[in-house]
């Protein structure tokens, strides 16, 4: 995940990055690989994959 405020606060996107990285579940960035790769291939349409992805934050927030 790239978080970038043009240089001009640096300590800000550090702060930004660092808490949304603690709200985002471990392996949902290969879980995006994976439904991206999914989609490309007709097998998924992103509304499947966005419910899927809902599905799988809601089980972390339990």
Sequence with gaps: MGISTGG???A???YLKET???AIPGGLGGL???L???IRQGDYTR???DELIERKLAEHEK
């Design 36 to 38: 991206g790769s999914l």
């Design 12 to 14: 800000l996107a550090r």
């Design 47 to 49: 509304e499947q994959a």
């Design 8 to 10: 001009s606060s640096p």
């Design 32 to 34: 995006a690989r994976q």
């Design 20 to 22: 949304l990285k603690e």
